[in-house]
């Protein structure tokens, strides 16, 4: 028992003794945020404006968002726009041309062009674009029907005609509900590019930014292939 009991307390005593756990720094006493003595109004939110809030949170919380960019050459399109303008006195705006061109891609491509209701898609049998639209009581989405069989006249005079009944208040709620694809443009805000909120249960949105002149190399005159 001797023999046992000393080499215990001599292995004991040959161990290395246990690190100290490391002292922890005493909470800081943090003290209450003074608050500046500037005045404020609130301004409450109309029904559309909380509607839409609730509606966007809901999507971004709800919805996977995956963004993809391009940037496009716009020079034809201006001047295909100067052209009608000049030889045919017809006014349309770049925005009608956006919506024309999305319109046909949304019928050659019906996935795009299609609602998400959680387990499936669901390919739309018609071009329907939501058209963001801004009123002093908040954003609404308009409906261009039938877009991809409607030429450029039609389509500017329905989107005249919708947005103007919007900024008053007199759409019929058929005429801003529904839609399979929304077109949201800010270019004339000057805004270069921006992330939309996909309006449900759509399965896409676009966002268009502004035109800007930049300096490009042509790729024929520089003998690169298209």
């Not at 943090?30 to 609730?54: F, L």
């Not at 993809?68 to 399109?77: C, F, P, Q, S």
Request: hydrophobic share 45%; glycine share 8%; with cysteine.
């Amino acid at each position: 028992e001797a023999t046992t009991e000393g080499a215990a307390s001599t292995a004991a005593a040959a161990a290395p003794a246990a690190a100290a756990a490391p002292s922890l720094p005493p909470p800081v006493e943090v003290g209450p945020v003074p608050m500046t003595d500037v005045g404020y109004e609130e301004a409450n939110a109309s029904g559309m404006r909380k509607v839409i809030s609730k509606r966007l949170t809901a999507s971004f919380a709800e919805v996977p968002h995956f963004y993809v960019d391009v940037e496009v050459e716009l020079d034809a399109l201006l001047a295909f726009r100067k052209e009608l303008k000049a030889k045919h006195e017809v006014a349309v705006s770049v925005n009608d041309l956006v919506i024309r061109s999305a319109g046909l891609a949304l019928r050659d491509v019906p996935e795009a062009n299609a609602f998400w209701n959680g387990s499936a898609a669901e390919l739309n049998s018609t071009v329907d674009i939501s058209v963001a639209v801004a009123t002093p009581t908040g954003l609404i989405t308009p409906i261009v029907q039938n877009v991809d069989k409607k030429g450029l006249v039609d389509i500017t005079t329905n989107v005249k005609d919708l947005a103007g009944r919007a900024k008053e208040g007199k759409l019929a709620p058929e005429e801003y509900q529904g839609g399979t694809f929304t077109i949201s443009n800010l270019g004339m805000f000057g805004i270069n590019q921006f992330s939309a909120v996909i309006n449900q249960p759509q399965a896409c949105i676009m966002a268009v930014g502004g035109g800007t002149r930049t300096v490009v190399v042509d790729s024929k005159e520089s003998g690169e292939s298209d």
